[in-house]
Structure formats: C-alpha cells, structure tokens
C-alpha cells in the first residue's frame, strides 16, 4: 500500500505560479506511473498530467499543456506539478495518484488509479 500526501497548494494571482508536491511512503514510487487530477467544485475530477515510471514519458491536458509540468524524483519518492501561467479556471482541488505498474505507460483514466492522495487546494484570483 502507498500512502500520498500532497503539499504546495494556496491562493496566487492570476499569471502567477505555484509548485504542488506528491511525497509517497509505503512503496518505492519507481513502481507506478503517476498522475496528477484535480476537481473543480460542481465538476467532475479531471486529468490534469501523467509521468511514467522512470520520467521518460509525459502527457498532459490539453487545458494546460504548455503551462504546466509534471516531474519526478523516484529517490525522494516525490512527484512534482509546476503549475505557470495560472488561470482562474484552474481554480480546484489538486490530487495526485498512484498506478502499480511494469512499464513506462501512461495512464489517463482516474478508474485506472489504485491510490489517492488527499487533495492540495489552489486557488487562483483575478
């Protein structure tokens, strides 16, 4: 079982940035494919960005791509969101998640994530 814990998040202005952090215990994290959601109130949780197991592979939402980046480091057992650029519409919860895996796919699909963290709020004002 791996545990997540998502930090980084807060309130900042709209073009302003912020760095959110996924620290997992529990599990090696070179293990899984890693994802990154967030969930807007009224809405559906939405994909956000994936990384591949050894980082080599990305993907993000088309909403952010070029704004945001996802990283990680498999020896601090840590996945990081950058987040540049920032809008009012990525106002949300932030949540990162964990797939168990044996390859450098990527995963989209939330159904297809086995652990969750529980969530960092940002918040981006006008």
């Known amino acids: 079982q791996v545990q997540l814990v998502e930090s980084g998040g807060g309130l900042v202005q709209a073009g302003g940035s912020l760095s959110l952090s996924c620290l997992a215990s529990?599990?090696?994290?070179?293990?899984?494919?890693m994802g990154w959601f967030r969930q807007a109130p009224g809405k559906e949780r939405a994909f956000v960005a994936a990384?591949?197991?050894?980082?080599?592979?990305?993907y993000y939402a088309d909403s952010v791509k070029g704004r945001f980046t996802i990283a990680r480091d498999n020896a601090k057992n840590t996945v990081y969101l950058q987040m540049n650029s920032l809008k009012p519409e990525d106002t949300a919860v932030y949540y990162c998640?964990?797939?168990?895996?044996?390859?450098?796919?990527?995963?989209?699909?939330?159904?297809?994530?086995?652990?969750w963290g529980q969530g960092t709020q940002v918040t981006v004002s006008e």
């Open positions: 998640a964990a797939d168990l895996t044996f390859s450098e796919r990527l995963t989209v699909g939330d159904s297809e994530y086995e652990h």
């Open positions: 529990g599990r090696t994290l070179s293990n899984y494919v």
């Open positions: 990384i591949s197991r050894s980082g080599g592979n990305t």
